[in-house]
């Protein structure tokens, strides 16, 4: 497989074309940025331990059925993936009630949900992501149909559901995560972009430790002693 011209830096990655052009390299970086990235920082490592953690969490989802883009790991940082269009919705699953839905609805920070809360945010830096409504989604034709939506909500449960389980027995909090997805050159909806602690919301379930990139958004320290903690109970066999 070739590497080809880069197609695309963003914020936690760079994608590259390859010489198929259903194929892209997802190169995942060290870079960290929270709040728009207004803050910005670097951790040495960070990018080839989400690209290890996101690889495990996507076999895991494969294994139970959830079609995804990832087609081969190439290296420490890089990832062979089937190029998606990417839906311009950011996904959200959450559990237990922090960071924006604290901030938005006062819902008290700790609080488990009584069921998970699917939300969809308009994937768009200049409106800084905005949280849009089924309604906003059909008329923006963010998605092509209700039916998409309910498979984009449904998907997220089924992932949420999957995950919950797996970090449970590892002693993990699935607090909340944000999914992507993107439809291939034959129209099927697969699970893009990455999942790892950049992304997600990890507590330790007998500390409530943060083990996650709220590390970093709050200045907490130990950022990447958090993610190969993750790491280490993502491999660790129960
Ligand atoms: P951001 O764009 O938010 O800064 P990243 O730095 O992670 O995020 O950049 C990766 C970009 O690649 C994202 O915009 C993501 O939507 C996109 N992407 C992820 N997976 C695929 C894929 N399989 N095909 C095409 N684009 C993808
Ligand atoms: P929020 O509470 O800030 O809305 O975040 C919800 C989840 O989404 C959390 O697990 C972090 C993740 N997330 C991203 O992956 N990218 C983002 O740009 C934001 C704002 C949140
Ligand atoms: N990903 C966003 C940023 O880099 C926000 C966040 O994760 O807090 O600005």
């Known amino acids: 497989?070739?590497?080809?011209?880069?197609?695309?830096?963003?914020?936690?990655?760079?994608?590259?074309?390859?010489?198929?052009?259903?194929?892209?390299?997802?190169?995942?970086?060290?870079?960290?940025?929270?709040?728009?990235?207004?803050?910005?920082?670097?951790?040495?490592?960070?990018?080839?331990?989400?690209n290890k953690i996101s690889t495990q969490l996507f076999h895991l989802l494969k294994e139970k059925g959830i079609p995804t883009h990832l087609v081969e790991t190439?290296?420490?940082?890089?990832?062979?993936?089937?190029k998606c269009e990417i839906i311009p919705l950011e996904v959200v699953v959450r559990n237990i009630a922090t960071g924006s839905l604290t901030k938005r609805l006062a819902i008290k920070e700790g609080t488990v949900l009584s069921f998970p809360l699917v939300e969809f945010?308009?994937?768009?830096?200049?409106?800084?992501?905005?949280?849009?409504?089924?309604?906003h989604c059909l008329i923006m034709g963010l998605v092509k149909s209700e039916n998409d939506l309910d498979r984009l909500k449904h998907m997220g449960r089924e992932i949420n559901a999957i995950l919950f389980k797996f970090f449970a027995d590892r002693n993990l909090k699935l607090v909340d995560f944000k999914v992507e997805f993107g439809?291939?050159?034959?129209?099927?909806?697969?699970?893009?972009?990455?999942?790892?602690?950049?992304?997600?919301?990890?507590?330790?379930?007998?500390?409530?430790?943060?083990?996650?990139?709220?590390?970093?958004?709050?200045?907490?320290?130990?950022?990447?002693?958090?993610?190969e903690e993750v790491l280490k109970r993502i491999l660790s066999k129960v």
Not at 8 to 33: C, H, R, S, V
Not at 74 to 82: A, G, I, M, W, Y
Not at 215 to 225: A, E, I, P
């Open 1 to 50: 497989m070739q590497k080809k011209e880069l197609i695309y830096e963003g914020k936690g990655k760079k994608m590259f074309a390859t010489d198929d052009a259903n194929l892209l390299i997802a190169e995942f970086k060290d870079d960290l940025t929270a709040f728009d990235a207004q803050k910005r920082g670097n951790e040495a490592g960070k990018g080839a331990l989400n």
């Open 74 to 82: 190439l290296s420490d940082t890089e990832q062979l993936v089937k």
């Open 121 to 135: 945010y308009y994937k768009n830096d200049d409106l800084h992501d905005p949280l849009v409504n089924d309604e």
């Open 183 to 227: 439809v291939d050159k034959d129209g099927n909806i697969l699970l893009a972009d990455e999942i790892s602690p950049d992304s997600c919301r990890f507590w330790d379930a007998t500390t409530n430790e943060k083990l996650d990139k709220d590390r970093f958004r709050q200045d907490l320290g130990s950022v990447k002693v958090a993610y």
